[in-house]
């Protein structure tokens, strides 16, 4: 699963789906966007912004390992685990 084959749901899928509403999950990637346009540091992820922030939202929504959303994002579960870690500060830092 990825951001192509969820962003034409309902939204009220949508939001069964990733816990967030549309409108939410769109103001999430564009925290996300803009931090790592100010912040551009590191290796570029593999995967979009919109992507990195449904990958986040299953971790928290889903309760699933990282091992197992590793294997279904085709991704190291340490690369998750940053992953999934970078989202949550960035996140976290527009909130507070």
Known sequence: MNYEDV???????FKRLCGVTKKTFAAMCQVVFKHKQLNSR???????????????????????TLFHLGRDWNLHESNVSRLVRRTEDICNRSVG
């Not at 962003?7 to 899928?13: C, E, F, P, S």
């Not at 922030?53 to 299953?58: A, P």
């Open 42 to 64: 590191g290796r570029k992820s593999n995967l979009s912004i919109e992507n990195q922030v449904l990958l986040t939202l299953s971790f928290w929504r889903q309760y699933r």
């Open 7 to 13: 962003r034409n749901l309902k939204d009220g899928d």
